[in-house]
Structures are given as C-alpha cells and as structure tokens.
C-alpha cells in the first residue's frame, strides 16, 4: 500500500516548500508516500486550465486506486476522525490511496466524476499550496495516531 499526494503544480514560495518537505520527511517514517505533480496549465480561461489539468491529473491514476479529492465541499473529519478514516481506507484499498489536489480554479467534472471519496480540511477556501502542507500534517497526526505514537495533544 502506499500514498500518493497528487497536486496540480508545486509549491513555489520557499516558506511553503520547507514545511511540506518537513512533514513529508515526517510521514514517510510512517507509510510509503510520494509526492506527484502535474504542471498547472497554462490557459488564459479558467474553465479551459481546470479542464487541461484534470486531464493530466487523471492521466496518473490506475483503475485499482482510491482517489480522494480535497475539495471544500468534501468530508469534514476531526483528527481522530481522520486518522480512524485514514486507517480504514489504507486497510481497504488493494491499490494505491491517491488524494489529489487541484490547482487554483479547483479540480474539473471528469476528476469529480473519478473520484471515490472527497475529502475537505476546512470548509473555507485555501491556497493550493497550504492545502499541500495542511494535507501532509493531518496525515502525518493520523498516523501518530494510529500507532500510538505522542505529537497529538
């Protein structure tokens, strides 16, 4: 079994890059994870960007993953909560568990259409990229959790 943290485009801001390479260092003593991107799109029309960057988004998935869309509108979980979904979705999947973030208009209606479960962290709108670093903290808490190990307070 292994995590995937699928996001349009990287992050860019140097602040930013340090947390999530923080966390993602913290987590992978865990469970295996990688991290995976697609280029944002470049297109002057939204609609036309979300539309380029699901293509490539979908275009990294097999048919045996469990993809989980970050959307505001998605699942709210407390921590415990998380870490306990968290646990039941890993044991569950005979793929991979692939939680994809989309780029700064969201994520298209083939994606939605594709995804198996859609998760929120917060019901208020995020930058992607604080949604990324947000993403691998809660992970890494869950799993803390899970094994009982002591950072959740």
């Not at 198996?116 to 917060?122: Q, V, W």
Request: aromatic share 8%; glycine share 6%; hydrophobic share 40%.
């Amino acid at each position: 079994m292994k995590i995937i943290i699928l996001s349009v485009g990287k992050p860019k801001d140097v602040h930013v890059v340090s947390l999530a390479e923080h966390y993602f260092k913290r987590l992978r003593s865990f469970v295996p994870v990688v991290l995976e991107s697609v280029p944002e799109a470049k297109d002057p029309l939204p609609s036309k960007k979300v539309e380029r960057e699901g293509v490539a988004l979908l275009k990294n998935l097999r048919e045996r993953d469990f993809m989980v869309t970050l959307e505001e509108r998605g699942k709210c979980f407390d921590s415990r909560e998380f870490a306990e979904w968290v646990q039941a979705s890993v044991e569950r999947t005979p793929g991979r568990v692939v939680l994809a973030i989309g780029g700064a208009f969201g994520l298209s209606e083939d994606v939605r259409r594709r995804r198996d479960f859609s998760l929120s962290l917060s019901p208020m709108t995020m930058p992607h990229e604080l949604c990324l670093v947000f993403l691998m903290e809660q992970l890494y808490r869950a799993f803390t959790l899970i094994r009982g190990v002591e950072y959740h307070h």
